[in-house]
């Protein structure tokens, strides 16, 4: 199946799948990536593909210009050139930053022993990829670094155990599951999300796993709760329904910079669910300040001390190393300049007290 009839398949196996714009408080970040998202899916049919990889503002994080023989075989001849000399001559000093970014992120994570996994996975084999940078026996670009980081610490953490519950908030497009489920094949995996970013996951799960189970949201009523799900199934759950599964347990819940971006509301529904108090290993990566008075980035008043871990024993907590030293061109109070993110992330692991 293509890539669009996969994702018909997925609308029309998933109830309620235009209404996540009619939640309330929905921060103002998702709103508008939501309403981007149904007017490119809408579109689809005129373009007779669906791009479930880069959207509105939500891609793999770019890479620095290069020209090689197999990104000219993998993306075409013109597009690779055009894409060189824009990045090259038009964006010259952003592109320099893009370099040095790239660098820093793959030495940090040869520092915590995944070059093994950088190896193993190069990016541009991976469904729908466009931007990958080709280093002697590999590819990679920003947010596959992350995905690989994410992995080697689910491994070294001993966080998960083959046949385990996985539950990740905000699963973007199903990049590191796809990497996890090479590692763990029999892992249940249960996404959390809107409707579109799951139709996106499934997609490139799909391509990359056909033969797994996929459990479709219209499914979900046939179990009777996420360890009754079929070992190595990969299980699509809209955030609409995250109730169902609220007062649950699992093996390991993630969530990844998305909890950060919500509005109140949001984040104390998962943050005082069951699941998050009481499930074996939780593991977030997030702003220690959402919004910081000077550049308030997100519509939101969360920071480091909202997410309460009383109960639980943290084991783990540190600085999160990806791109903490890339830097972006930004203007700020008029001027323009080479500048950081307004506030760095936090990555913690924590488990259910004995």
Same mark, same amino acid.
């Given at each position: ?9 997925f ?13 309330e ?25 669906f ?7 939500q ?19 013109f597009y ?10 038009a ?12 660098m820093?992120d ?25 931007d990958?940078?080709?280093?002697k ?7 596959w ?11 070294k953490?001993?966080?998960?155990s ?6 990740d ?25 809107f ?7 499934y ?21 009777s ?6 070992r ?5 759950i ?8 609220a ?26 669910s069951? #699941? ?10 997030? =702003?220690? $300040? !959402?919004? @910081?008075? +000077? /550049?308030?980035t ?5 920071n ?8 639980r ?5 540190d ?7 890339? #830097?972006?061109?930004?203007t ?6 080479? =500048?950081? $993110? !307004?506030? @760095?992330? +936090? /990555? ?7």
């Amino acid at each position: 199946m293509t890539s669009l009839e996969l994702a018909k398949e997925f609308i029309g196996r998933s109830p309620g799948f235009y209404e996540d714009l009619a939640l309330e408080d929905l921060d103002c970040k998702h709103a508008s990536i939501i309403e981007d998202a149904y007017n490119q899916i809408g579109e689809a049919d005129l373009h007779n593909r669906f791009d479930y990889r880069t959207w509105s503002r939500q891609s793999d994080l770019s890479v620095p210009a290069q020209i090689s023989k197999k990104s000219i075989v993998e993306n075409g001849f013109f597009y690779t050139v055009a894409r060189y000399l824009y990045r090259k001559l038009a964006c010259a000093k952003a592109n320099k930053l893009l370099v040095q970014a790239l660098m820093d992120d793959i030495g940090m994570l040869v520092e915590v022993g995944g070059e093994k996994y950088m190896l193993e996975n190069p990016v541009h084999l991976t469904p729908n990829a466009r931007d990958y940078y080709f280093l002697k026996n590999t590819s990679v670009n920003l947010r596959w670094l992350r995905y690989l980081y994410l992995l080697v610490q689910i491994e070294k953490k001993e966080l998960l155990s083959d046949g385990d519950v996985w539950v990740d908030i905000g699963s973007y497009y199903g990049g590191l599951q796809g990497l996890i489920r090479k590692y763990q094949p029999s892992t249940r995996m249960v996404l959390v999300d809107f409707h579109h970013q799951l139709c996106r996951s499934y997609v490139y799960l799909k391509k990359q796993y056909k033969d797994s189970v996929h459990i479709f949201p219209d499914e979900l009523h046939r179990f009777s709760g996420i360890k009754d799900f079929p070992r190595g199934a990969f299980i699509y759950i809209p955030v609409t329904s995250y109730k169902e599964i609220a007062n649950e347990t699992a093996d390991l819940v993630t969530n990844f910079f998305s909890l950060g971006e919500m509005k109140r509301e949001f984040f104390t529904e998962y943050m005082k669910s069951v #699941l998050f108090v009481n499930s074996k290993n939780v593991y977030l990566v997030n =702003r220690f $300040v !959402s919004a @910081p008075f +000077f /550049e308030p980035t997100y519509d939101t008043d969360l920071n480091i001390l909202d997410y309460d871990v009383q109960g639980r024993d943290v084991v783990y907590f540190d600085i999160f190393p990806m791109h903490h030293f890339m #830097l972006r061109q930004s203007t700020f109070h008029g001027m323009p300049g080479i =500048r950081n $993110v !307004s506030s @760095p992330y +936090f /990555e913690m692991i924590t488990k259910v007290s004995a």
